[in-house]
């Protein structure tokens, strides 16, 4: 039987990866926990291939993160706990259960029912003593965690009925805010000031949008807009903190004006 070109790139793969462990002395001493930041790194390269759109990019870092797939199935086989078959059928295996309305026969038309029959049964299967919150990852950074909490105590009914109402709890966050300002005790304002980016990410969640993302289009934006304050400071034979705030404003609405023609 021929292999089609995926099975051979993957069995490449994993020959690479095998003369790598075996000659390497770099890929020799590689440990789980070794691998585990540059992990990280890697998830985010490609994230910022897939906001730049940059075709060419996301393709090369899908391969970096792919290697690492096929080095922790390697170590996983060394030890004898897993292999990368094992992975592959193993993420087999819990696509089919978690899709029944294609492999079964219960019917989801919709990506929000999809989403809470997978929800649903990823809490079934794995019978968490912890509960609902459980499976969010300790690790995950503190944006992308409030969001999945979010839509784990939604998926089980804990939600506001209609998104609207999201807003009444961002005033009353607002205001303990204020109200923690006045009184000048630090602790209790970072508890407010955590309430009140909870339950902006929450309406975030509501309106379909992601915050992560929101908050690095914003992030750009600032960085754009400064850096063509800087540049007509330097045009100008001035250093920003020879400026004024109102001049350096003046070239921020400028920069501003400039995008929206």
Wanted: one cysteine or more; charged letters at 35%; glycine letters at 8%.
């Amino acid at each position: 039987m021929n292999m089609t070109d995926a099975e051979k790139a993957t069995a490449r793969l994993l020959e690479v990866m095998d003369t790598l462990r075996r000659e390497c002395p770099w890929d020799r001493e590689q440990t789980f926990d070794t691998l585990r930041n540059n992990t990280i790194e890697e998830t985010y390269e490609l994230v910022d291939a897939i906001n730049d759109k940059n075709m060419e990019g996301i393709k090369e870092e899908l391969g970096d993160l792919l290697l690492h797939v096929a080095f922790y199935s390697k170590l996983g086989e060394e030890v004898g706990a897993f292999d990368y078959t094992d992975v592959a059928n193993g993420v087999c295996d819990k696509l089919i259960y978690r899709h029944p309305h294609v492999y079964g026969d219960i019917h989801a038309d919709t990506p929000e029912a999809v989403k809470e029959n997978w929800e649903a049964l990823k809490l079934r299967k794995k019978k968490r003593k912890s509960g609902t919150l459980g499976g969010v990852p300790v690790s995950l950074p503190a944006m992308v965690k409030a969001f999945r909490i979010g839509e784990k105590a939604a998926s089980v009914g804990f939600d506001w009925g209609h998104k609207e109402d999201v807003w009444s709890k961002v005033s009353e966050e607002l205001a303990e805010v204020d109200t923690e300002i006045k009184a000048g005790d630090k602790e209790r304002l970072t508890d407010e000031m955590g309430d009140l980016f909870f339950a902006l990410i929450n309406a975030c969640r509501l309106y379909g949008i992601d915050p992560e993302g929101a908050l690095e289009r914003t992030n750009k934006k600032f960085i754009r807009r400064f850096g063509y304050v800087e540049e007509q400071a330097e045009r100008t034979g001035r250093v920003l903190k020879e400026m004024s705030l109102e001049e350096m404003d003046g070239y921020w609405n400028e920069a501003k004006r400039l995008e929206n023609k």
